[in-house]
């Protein structure tokens, strides 16, 4: 449905070593919902308004449908009111001196394709009733909340019965409680109405709930994707599993590598871990764990325990967070059972599951949070581009 091939956007002015979009290919098939996941700066924007026909880029080709948008070396370019899109942005951009009604109309009522006034308001009395809001019509919107406001954007995206729905990190302005509501309303309209979505987000929980499909973005570039589940469990990338906040990282030797698993020799013992490409043996890796697989125990029958000292514990309500000092290492486990009554200094073991654990050969590039906290900085840049962003 949506299909973008090489797609490079460069800002002037800019002295980095990477293109804010640095060459992507990317496909959103046919009534899906693809986010596009990564830290502050890492180009989600950009390639969302590219897509949208806000920025012009540099090389590569976009098309919708089947139709061309955009290819500047064959010079097409479509403008953004000729693409078959509807946009929201983060900051809902609600008029307050119009009620819902007339906010959802408004788009219908400007422009060169204008409706009649009877027929917008019945486009956008649908529009509301299809985001829960039909009864709130004629409310003033600023007497709406916020998550009520976000909804309207959505259903002013949706009034011209776009095929595809863009979403630039919609739920960063909504309150933590409010957030979920929302995110699970846009994930229930997106699949009644089977609208082919891509969603941009830094957050990779939001990432995780409303995704057919994740794509990991860091620097320009697209660093990893797949289905939801697959990129949750088993990253392939260093930096996917740092950024999807497997806490846990040890370094390792391989012992022995079969088709999808392989031995790994760690300071405190072996064990066995995912490993995609069948790595050699004696080569280093990163092994990721996540604090659920680190299982602690007062006694270790298995043998397979590593001591350790209980640092901290943490209440979460469903679960207990602890900290356990591993030799050098501080390891985060996290445990759903009832409480096993574990206090600062108390001897422990820590029993790591078998086969959940992630190899992940070393990279060459330096580590995945200095990559990180170096797009952090660059996005610094970015504040008055994001200030600068309206709605369509
Ligand atoms: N209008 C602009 N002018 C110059 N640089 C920009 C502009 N917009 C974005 N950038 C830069 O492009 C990179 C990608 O930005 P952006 O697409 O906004 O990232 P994200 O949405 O992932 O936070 C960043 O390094 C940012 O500083
Ligand atoms: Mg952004």
Redesign the pocket.
């Known amino acids: 449905m949506i299909e973008v091939r090489g797609l490079t956007k460069r800002?002037p002015g800019?002295t980095v070593l990477r293109n804010?979009v640095d060459g992507i290919d990317l496909d959103v098939p046919e009534g899906k919902l693809v986010t596009l996941l990564?830290p502050?700066?890492?180009?989600?924007?950009?390639t969302l308004r590219l897509i949208a026909g806000l920025e012009k880029p540099d090389d590569g080709r976009i098309s919708i449908g089947g139709t061309l948008m955009c290819a500047p070396s064959e010079g097409v370019y479509v403008g953004v009111h000729h693409r078959p899109i509807g946009v929201v942005f983060q900051s809902y951009a609600v008029w307050p001196h119009m009620t819902a009604v007339q906010n959802v109309m408004f788009p219908l009522r400007s422009g060169q394709k204008k409706l009649p006034k009877p027929e917008a308001r019945r486009r956008a009395m649908e529009a509301l009733e299809m985001v829960g809001l039909a009864e709130y019509a004629d409310r003033p919107a600023p007497a709406l909340s916020g998550g009520q406001q976000q909804r309207i954007s959505l259903a002013r995206a949706l009034t011209r019965e776009p095929e595809v729905l863009l979403l630039d990190e919609p739920l960063s302005n909504l309150d933590a409680g409010l957030r979920d509501r929302v995110r699970d309303e846009i994930r229930a309209v997106q699949q009644r109405l089977g609208i082919t979505t891509v969603f941009v987000t830094h957050d990779q929980d939001e990432a995780l709930a409303v995704s057919d499909e994740v794509i990991v973005m860091d620097h320009g570039r697209i660093v990893e994707r797949g289905l939801a589940q697959d990129i949750y469990a088993w990253p392939r990338e260093e930096f996917t599993a740092r950024f999807m906040g497997i806490s846990n990282s040890l370094p390792g030797t391989v012992t022995s590598a079969d088709r999808d698993m392989a031995e790994i020799d760690l300071a405190h013992g072996r064990l066995r871990c995912l490993a995609s490409g069948t790595p050699a043996v004696g080569s280093r890796v990163n092994v990721f764990i996540r604090p659920e697989s680190l299982v602690l125990s007062r006694k270790d029958p298995s043998g397979r325990g590593w001591k350790g000292t209980v640092e901290f514990s943490i209440y979460h309500g469903d679960c207990w967070d602890y900290h356990v000092r591993v030799g050098d290492t501080l390891l985060r486990s996290r445990m759903y059972r009832e409480k096993i009554g574990l206090a600062h200094g108390d001897p422990v073991f820590v029993v790591p599951e078998q086969e959940t654990a992630i190899a992940i050969t070393e990279t060459p590039e330096g580590t995945a949070d200095e990559r990180t906290a170096g797009a952090t900085v660059?996005?610094a840049?970015?504040a008055a581009?994001a200030a600068g962003q309206g709605e369509l």
Do not use: F, N, V, W
Request: with cysteine; charged share 20%.
């Open positions: 800002y800019r804010a990564g502050s700066g890492c180009g989600k924007t950009t660059l996005a840049t970015t581009d």
